[in-house]
C-alpha cells in the first residue's frame, strides 16, 4: 500500500509533432506495478492531478508517498521538508501520508527509478503517436496494466505481477466520495492592452479588462480568466 513518485523524460508524438514530454511514474514496490501519465511539464498541478488519475485507475488512495526532491510539489531543505499548498491540500483531501527522499539516498526510490527507465524502455521507443497528451495518459494506463499482467514478481517468480497487485490492492484506502480538483487560484492586474502574466506566460483576457484584477484558475493543461466581483469567464 506505499508508492514511490518521480519523473522522467521522453519524446512523444503529438498531432503528427514530436515533443518532449514529462512523464509521472508512480510504483508500488510491493507488487512492482509501475502506472505512469504524461504531462508538458513537473508543476504541482502535474504532480496531482498524475496522481488523481493513478487512484482512480487502481481503485484506492495508497497509504503512504515517497517523493523525489525534484517534483514541485515540495522538497526536503536542509533538515525541513517544504511543500506547496496545493499539495497539502491534495494530500489533506485523499488522506496521502508523504516523505521526501534524502539527497544521494537511491534506495529510498530505487522502485521508482528503475520503473522510469523500464517504462521509457519498453513502452516509449519509438515515440507513441497520439492526439492529446490525455489520450496519451489513458494509453499508457492500459499498458501499463498489460505489462503487469505479462510479468512475473521479482520475489515470486511463478507469481504473475497483477495477482500480487490485486492483494496489494486491498491495503488501499478507500478513494473519498469526491475527486479533488488540482487547481491554482491566482488574483493579476492586466495591463493596458487586458494582458495578464502567469508563470513566464502572457494570456488575453480582454481589452474590457485593462487595467482590472483578474482572476485566473491555474490546471495543469489550462488557465481560465474570470472576473473576481462577477465570477463572469473572460477567456
Not at 479588462?209 to 491555474?218: E, G, H, K, M
Request: proline share 6%.
Amino acid at each position: 500500500g506505499e508508492v514511490q513518485v518521480d519523473f522522467g523524460e521522453a519524446d512523444f508524438r503529438v498531432r503528427g509533432v514530436v515533443t518532449r514530454g514529462k512523464y509521472l511514474t508512480v510504483t508500488f514496490p510491493h507488487s512492482n506495478v509501475g502506472l505512469t501519465q504524461v504531462f508538458w511539464g513537473e508543476t504541482a498541478e502535474c504532480v496531482c492531478q498524475g496522481l488523481r488519475n493513478v487512484f482512480e485507475f487502481v481503485g484506492g488512495v495508497p497509504r503512504r508517498a515517497v517523493f523525489d526532491n525534484a517534483t514541485e510539489v515540495g522538497g526536503r531543505v536542509g533538515g525541513e521538508v517544504r511543500t506547496s499548498e496545493l499539495f497539502r491540500r491534495f494530500a489533506a483531501h485523499y488522506g496521502l501520508d508523504y516523505t521526501f527522499t534524502n539527497p544521494y539516498s537511491g534506495n529510498e526510490k530505487g522502485s521508482v527509478e528503475n520503473a522510469v527507465g523500464f517504462l521509457r524502455r519498453n513502452l516509449m521507443v519509438p515515440p507513441m503517436r497520439a492526439e492529446s497528451y490525455g489520450q496519451l495518459s489513458r494509453l499508457l494506463l492500459e499498458r501499463c496494466d498489460g505489462l503487469a499482467r505479462d510479468s512475473y514478481c521479482p520475489r515470486l517468480p511463478d507469481v504473475p505481477v497483477a495477482e500480487v497487485f490485486d492483494e496489494e490492492r486491498a491495503a488501499l484506502m478507500p478513494l473519498p466520495s469526491t475527486a479533488f480538483d488540482p487547481v491554482r487560484w491566482e488574483s493579476r492586474t492586466a495591463d493596458k492592452y487586458g494582458l495578464v502574466d502567469i508563470d513566464s506566460n502572457r494570456y488575453l483576457a480582454g481589452p474590457d479588462s485593462a487595467r482590472s484584477r483578474v482572476l485566473a484558475a491555474i490546471r495543469w493543461d489550462t488557465v481560465t480568466l474570470a472576473s473576481p466581483a462577477a465570477g463572469e469567464l473572460l477567456a
